[in-house]
Structure formats: C-alpha cells, structure tokens
C-alpha cells in the first residue's frame, strides 16, 4: 500500500496464498487487535525484542508507534491505549482493522490475488533489463521489477528453500509466544485463577519475567509466561522444553521482608486460621493451594504455625518449583523466533543485501517481539520501510 500511494504510476500486485487476508489481524488480542504499543520512544520501543533489538531501533525512528497511531487516525481509526500500554481500536473490533487497511489497498489501487502461492523467484535479464520471475503454485508464472516478500514466519526450515537458494543464510526456526504445560502441577485444579503480578524464573538460567499470570488446566499461561518464552525461545527449545520453573507469587518482597511481614501478622492475629486467612491479596483458592503445598493443615492458627510450615510457605510463595514438560502454541497467534539472518538485508530499506530488489518485511526475518503489540508494529515499520524504497522509480 505504502508503495502504490508512494508511487501512483506503480501497478503493485498482492499475491495471497490462501483464499483469505488479515487472518492474523482477526484474531489478535482476541478479536480486538492488538495495533501496537503505546510507547512513544523508539530506542525503548526496541527494547521488547528479543531479535532484532538494535536493527530496529533506527527503523522506529522513521515510523513507530507515533506514525502508525497517526495513519490509522488519518483513514477515520481511532486507537486507544489500555492500562498495559496495549493499543486496540476503539471500536474494540479486529474488523475495524481490517476493513480499513482492505479499503487503502484497494484506494491506492492495490490489485490483489488469493490462492496464488509463489513457488520459486528467479532473477533474470534480459538485454540489459533486469526483472523477476515469480512461479506460482498454479503453474503460471509472473514478471515483476521489484518483489516484497512478507510471508510470515514458518515452523519448518524448509520452508525457507527458495529464499535460499537465492543465497540467503536461515537462522533455524523455534516457536515464540506459548504457554507451559506442567502436567504435575500441584495447582492445576484451579485453572482460571490469575495473578496481576508474579515473576517466572528459568531454574539456573538468567532468564525471568514478571507480569500477570494465569493457571490453566494444561500449566501457566498469562503475560508472564508468554514473553519469557520469546526471550528464551532459542533455550527452551534446545531443552526440548523440559526444564524446571519457579514462580514467585509476590515479587516485591525478599525472602527477609516477608518473613518479618508473617512474623508481624502472626503476632496481631494469632487466632485467624492460616488456611483461611488469605494474605498479599492473593485469590482465596490459590492461597489454600500454597497453604496445602506448605502442608499446612485446615484448622491451624497463626499462633500455632510451626516454623517448618512456615519455610514451606515461604518457598511457595517466593520459589514455588513447576516442573515443565512441553509447551502450548496458539497456531492462529503463531509467532517464529529465526528467519532470514539480518546481515543479509539493509534493515533501512528492508532490501536484500544479496539479491538488488528484493524485499523483506517482518516476520520472514529473524525478528520477533514479545506480546503488547509489538509484533504488529515490527510488521507496520518494516512493510512502510519496504514500500516506500520500492517506491523510488528506478535509473
């Protein structure tokens, strides 16, 4: 779009392998669609990407979260910010979305074809003219000047061949942005219980995050989980995804401010039955589950908590051992960590380093960013990058 409005003498062409578009755009943030982030500094802006980071940084400078919210309001969309910084329309509705970049492409003159898979592109020239050819599923085969590729991310590496074969190096894909299953957890009865702020630690690895978490019946799911999984992608998956995580279900206390904090509520409420006594605003369910993990029996009072018990539940609330066997993976949310290494692309021009007029946007690339927005904001600066170079009528 960003091209045929650049470029009006331009006959830009979209071709669409399914028979549907947008499909990622409709169910983001549940139907709602999450734009971007309303984080308005391009070098933090940068910082939510576990790949990619530095590469973008510039990028955001020319069209981030700032440009994206003005080009939206500029085509009648209006995006609003929640609490989290996440930006949805203010009709709360993916469509609203989707009808309005459907009406650009087709005001701009966008021609677009679905169930066109491209097989193969081959560089070519002839007397001196140097163009495409781009051979689709269908047996046919088209003639193009300059060519964007912005296919996604793909779970397989050969998905990557015929990128390859143009010479461009693939740095292997892994899944980003799931969930843990933990099939012993000693909580799973209470799926649907959530936390607004809890941290998720890596057993023996630097590697934690902290933010709203959610039981499932499967294991943990919620913010936290989601974007420690895109920072360690690369190690879970070279873990098979097995390893032990630990969760503390209060992160502003130390192990010695909460045990002065219990020490103190022992001393004013003796008589109040631990079991039943939620603290720290935690859900009274999950309070009794730390309490039973604790082996803390039902009618025990403060006033007669024996301090074994009292470690346990100290550990429970601050490390509490989930052991993880496996991962959730929304297909439709589906976000690759690997893709087309960055040393082979111009990232201001999002043009091919190896291949002149070839193009690359997003998620194809070996870029990926945690959730908030941030993946849809990556795909919005890379594709105005795209098109605006591709714009530039050649010599």
């Known amino acids: 779009?960003?091209?045929?409005?650049?470029?009006?003498?331009?006959?830009?062409?979209?071709?669409?392998?399914?028979?549907?578009?947008?499909?990622?755009?409709?169910?983001?943030?549940?139907?709602r669609c999450n734009v971007t982030h309303n984080c308005l500094v391009p070098t933090v802006f940068s910082q939510y990407y576990?790949?990619?980071?530095?590469?973008?940084?510039?990028?955001?400078k020319v069209f981030g979260a700032q440009e994206t919210i003005a080009w939206f309001q500029k085509r009648g969309v209006q995006l609003k910010a929640e609490a989290d910084g996440r930006m949805f329309p203010s009709t709360n509705s993916s469509e609203t979305i989707v009808n309005c970049l459907m009406q650009e492409a087709h005001g701009v003159g966008v021609q677009i074809k679905t169930g066109a898979g491209v097989e193969s592109i081959e560089p070519r020239t002839e007397e001196n003219f140097s163009y495409f050819k781009l051979q689709l599923t269908d047996g046919t085969s088209i003639k193009a000047d300059k060519v964007l590729v912005c296919t996604g991310g793909s779970p397989k590496s050969q998905s990557?061949?015929?990128?390859?074969?143009?010479?461009?190096?693939?740095?292997?894909?892994?899944?980003?942005?799931?969930?843990?299953?933990?099939?012993?957890?000693?909580?799973?009865?209470?799926?649907?219980?959530?936390?607004?702020?809890a941290r998720v630690r890596i057993a023996g690895q630097k590697l934690e995050y902290e933010g709203p978490l959610l039981i499932t019946h499967w294991g943990y799911s919620g913010p936290a989980v989601l974007k420690l999984s895109a920072w360690g992608a690369r190690y879970f998956y070279e873990q098979k995804y097995?390893?032990?995580?630990?969760?503390?279900?209060?992160?502003?206390f130390t192990e010695e401010s909460l045990r002065e904090h219990?020490?103190?509520?022992?001393?004013?409420?003796?008589?109040?039955?631990?079991?039943?006594?939620?603290?720290?605003?935690?859900?009274?369910?999950?309070?009794?589950?730390?309490?039973?993990?604790?082996?803390?029996?039902?009618?025990v009072k403060w006033a007669e908590m024996p301090g074994k018990n009292t470690n346990k539940l100290i550990e429970a609330l601050l490390r509490l051992p989930v052991e993880v066997n496996g991962k959730t993976?929304?297909?439709?949310?589906?976000?690759?960590?690997?893709?087309?290494?960055?040393?082979?692309?111009?990232?201001?021009?999002?043009?091919?380093?190896?291949v002149p007029n070839l193009y690359f946007a997003y998620e194809v690339l070996d870029v990926d960013g945690i959730t908030g927005g941030f993946n849809f904001q990556a795909a919005w600066t890379t594709g105005y990058l795209a098109g605006m170079n591709m714009a530039i009528k050649q010599q």
């Open 160 to 197: 990557y061949g015929w990128l390859q074969k143009l010479g461009h190096k693939i740095k292997e894909p892994v899944p980003s942005l799931f969930t843990f299953n933990v099939p012993s957890s000693p909580l799973k009865d209470l799926l649907g219980i959530s936390v607004p702020k």
């Open 242 to 252: 097995n390893f032990t995580a630990l969760i503390t279900w209060i992160p502003d």
């Open 1 to 31: 779009m960003t091209c045929a409005e650049a470029n009006p003498a331009a006959k830009v062409v979209l071709l669409e392998k399914t028979g549907k578009l947008l499909s990622k755009v409709r169910v983001s943030g549940g139907g």
């Open 262 to 299: 219990l020490q103190q509520y022992r001393q004013s409420h003796p008589k109040k039955t631990v079991a039943t006594n939620p603290l720290f605003d935690l859900p009274q369910r999950l309070w009794r589950g730390l309490t039973l993990i604790a082996e803390i029996p039902a009618e």
């Open 50 to 60: 576990p790949r990619g980071s530095k590469q973008l940084k510039e990028a955001f």
């Open 329 to 354: 993976t929304f297909k439709e949310e589906f976000v690759t960590c690997g893709g087309i290494e960055l040393s082979d692309v111009n990232m201001k021009t999002m043009e091919s380093r190896l």
